[in-house]
């Protein structure tokens, strides 16, 4: 595949989790791929079976939601699932994958049609969501942004106030679309 890369036994700078360190420990392969590969690729896909006459944003997304709704199913009626999913098949872990395949390529499809640079797009709500929760002010917390703004440290409820501004005025955007 084309402007991907397969690794064995070693961790590349883009794998700094502990299931790519553990992977690599164990010297499986790990196939890298990035988000403007998933584009081209669903592009691609989609071009080559005439389908980009339905991928309009508002099929993409009720797509995605489709897809979001199947997620859903492997995890209802099931409780609370501890990280690393213990006790699960390998049949039901394969099947959370290809609907977590689904979920992330209607997301890319759905992201290109809209000309959204999904990677930028992503980086950039880090940055506001850093500021919206200042780690000495959350850790540890599951409290809602507005809790951290109305806290009596001036500068971080300045940035958090700066950084609902920002996404208020983006989501503005988002909705004329």
């Given at each position: 595949?084309?402007g ?25 392969r ?24 339905f ?12 897809e ?54 992503v ?55």
């Amino acid at each position: 595949m084309e402007g991907m890369v397969e690794e064995e036994g070693e961790v590349s700078a883009m794998d700094d989790d502990e299931d790519a360190a553990a992977a690599a420990a164990a010297g499986e392969r790990r196939l890298m791929v990035t988000l403007d590969d998933l584009k081209n690729k669903m592009a691609d896909f989609a071009r080559e079976r005439d389908w980009d006459q339905f991928h309009s944003p508002r099929n993409l997304l009720l797509a995605l939601v489709g897809e979001v709704g199947e997620l859903s199913e492997i995890f209802q009626w099931r409780g609370e699932v501890p990280k690393g999913l213990p006790g699960w098949r390998e049949e039901e872990r394969e099947h959370l994958g290809e609907e977590l395949s689904d979920v992330l390529l209607y997301l890319v499809r759905l992201s290109d049609v809209c000309g959204v640079d999904l990677g930028r797009a992503v980086l950039r709500k880090l940055e506001l969501n850093a500021l919206k929760y200042p780690a000495e002010q959350c850790k540890g917390s599951s409290k809602k942004h507005t809790h951290y703004s109305n806290s009596t440290a001036a500068p971080a409820a300045s940035a958090s106030a700066r950084a609902n501004s920002i996404e208020e005025s983006q989501n503005g955007f988002s909705e004329k679309l």
